[in-house]
């Protein structure tokens, strides 16, 4: 199921690439485009708007109708990325440089405010009719604000040494579930079928947090392309994992463990992580956050159960591979 939800990707994606070219050509303004193409270029599976264009095709809709806008939700994922580098202090994005890191902070700031209006301007000069435009741009705003106050639980949730897993839960919904439902909510919208976004909201709201719990796990096993183990730690982040080990461990590894959580990223050892790691271990935190990520992607397939069969099983099929994927 990996093998052939990733063969879609790459297929699908070569698509996306074009259309992102048109969009922001390559030979442009020198010191942006070529700033924009360097961050694309890192690779990135295309997920997002993948999902778009699939979820049209499923209902029916010309696949040509989505292109706009689901090169607009790879925009707005990859200049999110962007400014979370800078406000989390990532040197490395998918193994190589970060962007702000290459071009300065200045510019990476400069950068993704250029990619978040074109995907204002994807829309607005895509062929759809005025009405879906008004609804996709509602959708887009919508998430936009959802995934900056998401941004910010997480921001300040970091000093925290009593982390709860409900205000976890709430955080990641705002941060991670609310950009992966957009392309699939406008797959929809742009196919007529509005009665199904409440349904596919839902769904998304169980599906992101997988997504980013799995997420949180690469990070202690492959990593996720920022050249080393344990990124999140040195960031200080609440994972789930830091909840769930909080909650069973003693008073002096909870110490410790906050103590590393909250040093400066540039003073965290590969020992610190070792041991937070340990924790995470001894605890069973890492197999919790597993069942955690299958739980949510289990109760994900109750509200497909009543959606389009073509659609229902994209979605399931996508939402396994969002927690069993590698990389």
């Known amino acids: 199921m ?13 698509a996306i690439e074009k259309e992102l070219e048109k969009a ?3 030979k442009g303004t020198p010191n942006l485009n070529d700033a924009v193409w360097y961050h694309m270029d890192s690779g990135g599976k295309r997920v997002r708007p993948v999902l778009a264009i699939l979820t049209c095709e499923a209902l029916g809709c010309d696949t040509n109708k989505v292109m706009p806008f689901a090169a607009g939700c ?7 990325l962007v400014h979370d580098d800078i406000e989390d202090g990532d040197h490395v994005r998918r193994d190589k440089p970060a962007l702000w890191v290459k071009y300065g902070i200045s510019h990476g700031i400069n950068v993704g405010d250029f990619m978040s209006l074109k995907v204002v301007e994807l829309i607005l000069n895509s062929s759809l009719d005025d009405k879906t435009k008004l609804a996709l ?30 205000d976890y839960m709430k955080m990641i919904e705002l941060k991670t579930a609310w950009y992966l439902t957009l392309p699939m909510v406008g797959g929809a919208i742009i196919a007529g079928r509005t009665d199904l976004v409440p349904k596919i909201k839902e769904f998304g709201m169980k599906v992101g947090p997988a997504f ?14 920022r050249g080393e183990i344990g990124s999140d730690i040195k960031e200080g982040k609440r994972s789930i994992m830091v909840v769930h080990c909080s909650s069973k461990c003693s008073s002096g590894e909870r110490k410790r463990m906050f103590e590393i959580l909250d040093k400066p990223r540039e003073k965290t050892t590969k020992e610190d992580i070792g041991y937070v790691k340990a924790l995470f271990e001894k605890y069973g935190s890492l197999d919790y956050a597993r069942q955690k990520a299958r739980s949510l992607v289990d109760e994900s397939a109750q509200t497909t159960s009543s959606m389009p069969a073509e659609l229902r099983s994209m979605l399931d099929d996508f939402a396994r591979y969002l927690i069993e994927r590698k990389k």
């Open 212 to 225: 980013q719990i799995a997420d949180d796990l690469l990070d202690l096993t492959e990593g996720k392309g």
């Open 2 to 14: 990996i093998e052939e939800v990733e063969r879609i990707l790459r297929m699908k994606g070569k």
């Open 74 to 80: 790879e925009l707005l994922h990859n200049w999110l």
């Open 137 to 166: 741009f509602g959708e887009t705003a919508e998430t936009c604000v959802k995934t900056a106050e998401g941004q910010t639980m997480d921001m300040n949730l970091r000093g925290q040494r009593n982390p709860s897993e409900k």
């Open 24 to 26: 922001i050509p390559r």
